[in-house]
């Protein structure tokens, strides 16, 4: 069955301070895998897309890896500002063009 | 902000009611998408449009209607809705639609509360 799993469910971290959430996946074939960022009341935006041969890739303070060996992708946020509060998604794409959706991990940044 | 809008940003209607969502895109893509977001729940696609023709629908209940005029708006009309439809719905626009790095870019989404 494909799946994407996201943990954890939410978090609270202290501004400045580094985090990482982590997307587990079962879906196949594999095309690529997508990190987006939803603030409250406005649409998912995308922080970074990686493909099959793609171990990290960097957008700022955010920085994606993939293990697709291991089917696992991990986001990494440097330096937390309490406007990185909102929920990241992982998204992971088929070789069919089908999209399959995490539920989203929700950060909270307190000063 | 993306270049995709939505229209209203938030709506109650009653079950009885007929309501229609509004979507525009101002990217030149060719590919508009529907999707629904329930709290704790994945996005769930609902409509795809490619170059106005529907290409995908995902066993959505007939009381939500997707038309696609022009390849830059997208509408969902809705009646005799339930309360379990309350939700977050989200309008999406892509390059293309079967192609594998499609990113889509989404807008802000309209907040329904159904009575």
């Known amino acids: 069955k494909n799946q994407v799993e996201q943990s954890p469910q939410s978090l609270i971290i202290l501004e400045g301070k580094n985090c990482t959430l982590q997307c587990n996946y079962t879906v196949s074939p594999f095309s690529n895998l997508r990190w987006y960022k939803q603030d409250t009341g406005r649409g998912p935006v995308s922080l970074t897309i990686m493909t099959f041969s793609e171990n990290t890739k960097s957008n700022g303070r955010y920085t994606a890896t993939l293990d697709a060996d291991t089917k696992q992708s991990s986001l990494h946020i440097t330096a937390s500002q309490l406007s990185d509060s909102a929920s990241y998604i992982c998204v992971v794409q088929t070789g069919a063009n089908n999209l399959f959706f995490g539920t989203g991990t929700r950060l909270t940044v307190i000063p | 902000e993306t270049g995709v809008t939505q229209t209203p940003r938030h709506l109650v209607m009653g079950m009885t009611n007929k309501k229609s969502l509004k979507c525009e895109q101002h990217?030149?893509?060719?590919?508009m998408y529907w999707y629904k977001q329930s709290a704790k729940k994945p996005l769930e696609l609902m409509f795809v449009?490619?170059?106005?023709?529907?290409?995908e629908n995902n066993s959505v209940p007939s009381r939500f209607s997707p038309e696609c005029p022009n390849s830059s708006h997208l509408f969902l009309h809705l009646h005799t809705l339930q309360p379990e439809d309350s939700a977050l719905y989200l309008c999406a626009s892509s390059q293309g639609w079967a192609v594998s790095y499609n990113e889509q870019f989404f807008g802000p989404g309209t907040r329904l509360t159904v009575l």
């Open positions: 449009y490619s170059l106005e023709e529907r290409v």
């Open positions: 990217l030149g893509h060719n590919a």
